[in-house]
């Protein structure tokens, strides 16, 4: 099993990112996908949630309105979404995750999640 971010980089203040996370060795449609982020100093926090099926999605308070998590499982791929960039967005971030039922609940904790991926830093300059 294997998940690979790709998409980080360096933007300005208010650009716009897509993160990618290929998945290999395993479908993607039996997991829920989260999206997590570690800054330089700091504990790694929740950022995104998008349940098996598609149909309930959750976000950090912060990232509401400006991200959006989504799956493609024909190509078994996740994405984050990330517009209207701020500073404090500068982190590495992560995908996981979480085998669960079709219509399972909101998953913020990070040891819900059973595959995680190597991370991709995301920098923006103010």
């Known amino acids: 099993v294997q998940l690979v971010e790709s998409g980080g980089g360096l933007v300005q203040a208010g650009g716009s990112l897509r993160l990618s996370c290929a998945a290999s060795?395993?479908?993607?449609?039996?997991?829920?996908i989260g999206w997590f982020r570690q800054a330089s100093g700091k504990e790694r926090e929740f950022v995104a949630y998008l349940n098996r099926g598609g149909s309930r999605t959750d976000y950090e308070d912060s990232a509401k309105g400006r991200f959006t998590i989504s799956r493609d499982n024909a190509k078994n791929t996740a994405f984050l979404q990330m517009n209207s960039l701020k500073p404090e967005d500068t982190a590495i971030y992560f995908c996981a995750l979480d085998r669960q039922p079709l219509l399972g609940s909101i998953r913020r904790s990070q040891t819900d999640y059973d595959y995680w991926g190597q991370g991709t830093q995301v920098t923006v300059s103010s």
């Open positions: 060795g395993l479908s993607l449609s039996n997991f829920a």
